[in-house]
């Protein structure tokens, strides 16, 4: 993997249409959270889901920020505990449902390549078949993408590729 977290044997990343994605209600698009694990003045912990780091700076500056418990709006992000890997055998089992959860989209989508953003664009558009597709895109041309309403995400990177 690159510093951008895409697969370093593409030139930008891989990603798929919603065909391989399950929707619910009238979503239309892909918002990515980040959760926090807080903390207030008075020691209650809970956690925080927000948009990136700089909407949860924002919300505390501003005080919009209460504790469930006491209300309190003096709130820190609270010191987290890195992940520790698990035992050898669940993390096999855990490559082994990842690798297959890939091989499967990857199978039942179209490879479209470098083309991805303009067939996305098509097929959310009405100008070409609904159908599932993969290929690979810029960081840029995810943003556009989105702020078109044109509902996307990253491919899954292949475990055995992603060390």
Known sequence: MNVQGRPAETPGGLCVTPAHLKWTGRARHLILMIAYQLQCRNGHSFEGWFRDSAAFDTQSADGRLLCPTCNSKKIEKAV???AIAGKAREQADA???WREVRAKMVAEAEHVGTGFPEEARKIHYGESD???IYGEASVDEVKSLLEEGVP????PPDPDQAN
């Open 130 to 132: 609904v159908r599932a």
């Open 80 to 82: 987290m505990a890195p």
């Open 152 to 155: 996307v995400a990253p491919l």
């Open 95 to 97: 490559r082994a449902a």
